[in-house]
C-alpha cells in the first residue's frame, strides 16, 4: 500500500533532504506532501490521513508545538505518528514534546542514518506493530 | 482546565465526524451476528479510543471517563457479556448522538451534561436500559459526590502519612505473624507483631478513628496473652489475627477511598474474639463501647513501658529511612540528569576534544565520565522498588488459599532485593497473583495425589526474580501436575480456538492456557477456572512491554517465565534518538 508522509518544514531544502533520506532507506511506494508551515500542514490534513508526519518546530504562520497540539486535539488524526526535528540543547522544549506524546523527536543536527532509521522504523516493520496494539 | 479555544474547536470537529461514523457501525451490529461482529465492534472500539487519546489530551476529563465507559460497553459485547439486541444497540446509538449534540455547543466546556452522559452509560453496561434522554435535562438532580469533604480529620497530608504509616504496620504484622506460625513462638517476632498494633492503635486513636481502635485494641489484649505464653500460637489463633488484620486493612482502605472511618460491625468482630479466646478478656474492660479514654491510656502506659523495655535488636526492625518526594521533582532530577549525561558525551565525543591528547584532560574527560554515569545510576535506582514487598504478599496468599482448598504448599521466594521500576511494580501484582491462584488451584495436587505420585506430600511454588539482559525476569515454578497436552489439545478444538488438524509446538500448545475464556477446569471453583485470569495475565503483561512464556513437564510441574522491561517505555524520556 503506498504510504503518504507530509513533511512539514520552511526550508526547502531541508524538506529535500528529508525526502531524499527516506527514499534511500529502502521504504518504497511512498507520496511526499511537503509544506512549508503549520498552517498549510493542517490544510492538508482535512484531506489526507497520512502514514507518517515530519515536521519542523520553527515555522512561520504556525510552529511545529502548535501543530502537533492540534493534530493531537483532534481524535480523528491523534494516531498518525509525529517525528518532530529539534535543535538540540533546548531541553524545556524537548520536555514540552515529550509531554505532547509525539513518537519520535529528532534532535538537530542528525545524520541521514538517523532518518532512515526512523523511516524504517515508523513506515516499515513499525506500523505493524501499531496496529497489533490496536486489537483487542 | 487548561486548554484553548481553537483545540477544542478542532477536538469537537473530529470527534462530530467519528461520533458519525459510530453511530453508522452500531446500525450495522444488530443485523450481523456471531462472528461477523468483530470487526465493526473493533473499528468502534478504535474509533473509541482515539476520541479517549484526544480528549484527555486536551484534559477533558468527564468527557474521557464518558468514553471509557462506552468503551467497556464495547468490550463487554464482545466479550459476550452482554447481548446485542435492538435495544442496547439503541441505547449505546442515544449515548452517542447525546455526546454529538452536546460537543456541537459552541461554548461545549466540561458540564454536567457529560457527566450525566456517563452515568447513563454505566446504567446501560448494568443492563439498567434507562431512557438517556430525560437524564440531561435533570441537571438538578446529579449530585458530584467525591466524598472528600466526609473526612473529617485535620489536613490531607497527615490523612496520606497516617495511611501509608498503617499499611505498613500491618504489613510487618501480618509478616510476623506468618514467621511465627512457621517457626513457633518467638519472642522477638512476637514483640515486633505487638509493637506494630500497639503503635497502629496509638495512630488511630489521634485521628480519632473509634472502630478501628477498638478492634486493634482487642487485637493487643489477645496478643498480650501470645506474648505471655498463655495462648498457644497455632493454627486457631495466627489465622484469627491474620483475618482481623484483614479487617483493619479493609478500614484503612475505606478511609483512603471515601474517607469513612466507621466499620458497623466492630461490636459483632469483638464479641466473636472474645468467643473465641474468652480467657484472653478475663477482668478486661473491654468490650463495652464507652471505654473511657484514661483507662486506655494507663493500660498503654504499661505496655510502653514494657515495650521499651525489651531490646530492639531484631533485624526485621531496622528501619529504613524515609520520607516522601514529590514524583514530580524526582522526575526533574532524572530528567536532568538524562540531559546532562547526553551533554557529556556531546563534550567528550567532540571531535576538535578528541584531537588533543593531553594528559590530564584526558584523565579529567574519565573522571566526568565516571561521575556521570554514577549519577545516572543513582537517579536510576531512585525509582526502583525491591520485589520484596510483592513476593511477601504472594506468601499470604498462598497461605490463604492452601488452608481454603486443603492442599499443603510451601511458598519459596528466591531474589527478593531484585529491583524494578515503581510503575511497573505495581502493574505486575495482578498478573502474580493471577498465576499463583492458578497454581495453588490447579497446579499442585492434593496431598493424596502427591503421594500417590511418590512425591513430597507437600508442594512448592518458587517465585524467583532477577535483573538479567536489561530486563527483569520473574517466574513461578509449580512441581505439580503439569500441563496436560492431550486436554488442552481437545478443550482448544471444543473451543474452536485451533483446528483439529493443526499441529502445534509445545510452545504453543502451552500458549493456549493463555486464551480469554479458556479453561480445562470441569468445575469453576471461587479460586478459579472460569479462563478470564490467564488472559488478563498475558495483556497486563503485553501492555507493560513485557512477554510471557510458559514451561511444563506433565508429572513434573509448569513453570510461568514473565520478562519485564526494565522501565516503563516512554514514561521518563524516550530513547534518546
Known amino acids: ?81 509525529i517525528v518532530v526535528m529539534t535543535s538540540a540543547g533546548n531541553s524545556e522544549q524537548r520536555d514540552e514534546l515529550e509531554r505532547l506524546n509525539v513518537s519520535q523527536i529528532l534532535a538537530k543536527p542528525f545524520t541521514p542514518k538517523d532518518v532512515m532509521d526512523i523511516a524504517n522504523n515508523l513506515l516499515g516493520n513499525g506500523n505493524n506493530k501499531d496496529a497489533k496494539e490496536e486489537e483487542w | 482546565m487548561i486548554y484553548n479555544k481553537n483545540l477544542l474547536k478542532e477536538f469537537s470537529e473530529g470527534a462530530m465526524e467519528i461520533s458519525a461514523e459510530i453511530i453508522k457501525l452500531l446500525d450495522e451490529l444488530p443485523a450481523n451476528s456471531g462472528s461477523e461482529l468483530g470487526s465493526p465492534l473493533l473499528k468502534i472500539h478504535k474509533y473509541i479510543k482515539n476520541l479517549i487519546k484526544s480528549s484527555e489530551f486536551i484534559w477533558l476529563e468527564n468527557t474521557a471517563k464518558f468514553l471509557k465507559q462506552a468503551d467497556n460497553i464495547i468490550v463487554a459485547i464482545k466479550d459476550n457479556r452482554i447481548e446485542v439486541n435492538e435495544t442496547l444497540v439503541k441505547s449505546v446509538k442515544e449515548l452517542f448522538i447525546k455526546f454529538e449534540e452536546i460537543i456541537k455547543k459552541e461554548d461545549f466546556e466540561e458540564s454536567k451534561a457529560i457527566f450525566t452522559l456517563k452515568q447513563a452509560a454505566q446504567n446501560v453496561e448494568k443492563g439498567l436500559l434507562i431512557d438517556v434522554k430525560i437524564l440531561p435535562e435533570a441537571k438538578e438532580t446529579v449530585i458530584i459526590n467525591d466524598g472528600i469533604d466526609k473526612i473529617p480529620v485535620s489536613d490531607d497530608d497527615m490523612l496520606q502519612n497516617f495511611i501509608s504509616d498503617s499499611n505498613e504496620q500491618l504489613n510487618i504484622a501480618e509478616e510476623a505473624f506468618l514467621l511465627l506460625k512457621e517457626r513457633g513462638f518467638d519472642l522477638e517476632i512476637m514483640n515486633s507483631a505487638y509493637r506494630q498494633i500497639h503503635s497502629f492503635k496509638g495512630n488511630c486513636g489521634f485521628m480519632q478513628f473509634d472502630d478501628l481502635m477498638q478492634i486493634s485494641h482487642t487485637m493487643e489484649n489477645i496478643m498480650q496473652f501470645m506474648r505471655d505464653k498463655k495462648l498457644e500460637i497455632n493454627k486457631k489463633s495466627v489465622s484469627f489475627m491474620l483475618k482481623y488484620i484483614d479487617v483493619l486493612r479493609n478500614g484503612i482502605a475505606a478511609i483512603e477511598q471515601n474517607g469513612d472511618s466507621s466499620i458497623p460491625e466492630t461490636e459483632e ?52 529511612q524515609d520520607f516522601r518526594v514529590d514524583l514530580e521533582k524526582l522526575e526533574k532530577i532524572i530528567n536532568l540528569t538524562d540531559e546532562l549525561v547526553i551533554a557529556e558525551n556531546k563534550v567528550s565525543k567532540n571531535p576538535e576534544i578528541l584531537k ?42 498462598v497461605y490463604d488459599l492452601s488452608n481454603h482448598i486443603g492442599k499443603k504448599i510451601n511458598l519459596v521466594t528466591v531474589g527478593e532485593n531484585t529491583e524494578v521500576d515503581k510503575s511497573i511494580f505495581e502493574l505486575i501484582n495482578d498478573p502474580l497473583v493471577h498465576i499463583i491462584r492458578n497454581a495453588c488451584d ?136
Not at chain 2, 274 to 291: D, H, Q, R, W, Y
Not at chain 2, 356 to 367: C, D, V
Open chain 2, 356 to 397: 588533543i591528547s593531553n594528559k590530564s584532560l584526558n584523565r579529567s574527560i574519565s573522571n566526568l565520565q565516571k561521575i556521570c554515569n554514577s549519577l545516572q545510576d543513582a537517579t536510576m535506582s531512585l525509582c526502583m522498588v525491591q520485589l520484596n514487598g510483592l513476593f511477601k504478599k504472594m506468601t499470604r496468599l
Open chain 1, 1 to 81: 500500500m503506498t504510504k503518504k508522509v507530509i513533511i512539514a518544514d520552511d526550508s526547502a531544502l531541508a524538506r529535500a533532504f528529508m525526502i531524499k533520506c527516506i527514499k534511500v532507506s529502502g521504504v518504497s511506494d511512498c507520496i511526499f506532501i511537503e509544506v512549508s508551515n503549520g498552517l498549510e500542514a493542517i490544510e492538508k490534513l482535512k484531506e489526507v490521513i497520512p502514514d507518517l508526519l515530519i515536521t519542523d518546530i520553527n515555522m512561520p504562520k504556525l510552529n511545529g508545538i502548535d501543530l502537533v497540539k492540534t493534530i493531537k486535539a483532534n481524535p480523528k488524526l491523534v494516531d498518525i505518528p
Open chain 2, 269 to 320: 468482630y469483638i464479641k466473636k474474639a472474645i468467643n473465641l479466646f474468652p480467657e484472653c478478656f478475663i477482668g478486661s474492660n473491654i468490650p463495652a463501647k464507652a471505654v473511657k479514654e484514661m483507662q486506655v491510656l494507663k493500660q498503654d502506659e504499661v505496655v510502653a513501658k514494657n515495650l521499651t523495655q525489651i531490646p530492639n535488636s531484631n533485624a526485621h526492625n531496622i528501619k529504613r
Open chain 2, 442 to 577: 490447579h497446579g499442585i495436587e492434593t496431598p493424596a495425589e502427591r503421594i500417590a505420585a511418590g512425591k513430597n506430600e507437600t508442594g512448592t511454588i518458587t517465585i524467583s526474580g532477577e535483573n538479567k539482559n536489561g530486563a527483569v525476569w520473574i517466574s513461578v515454578k509449580d512441581d505439580g501436575y503439569g500441563f496436560n497436552k492431550e486436554k488442552i489439545i481437545k478443550k482448544a478444538i471444543e473451543q474452536k480456538l485451533i483446528s483439529n488438524k493443526s499441529k502445534l509446538t509445545n510452545e504453543e500448545i502451552a500458549k493456549l492456557v493463555l486464551r480469554p475464556g479458556f479453561s480445562t477446569a470441569e468445575i469453576v471453583s471461587d479460586i478459579s477456572g472460569r479462563g478470564v485470569g490467564m488472559d488478563v495475565v498475558q495483556k497486563n503483561i503485553e501492555n507493560i512491554g513485557g512477554e510471557i512464556a510458559i514451561k511444563s513437564k506433565e508429572g513434573k510441574g509448569t513453570e510461568f517465565i514473565i520478562k519485564i522491561p526494565f522501565k516503563r517505555i516512554g514514561k521518563y524520556r524516550k530513547e534518546k534518538v
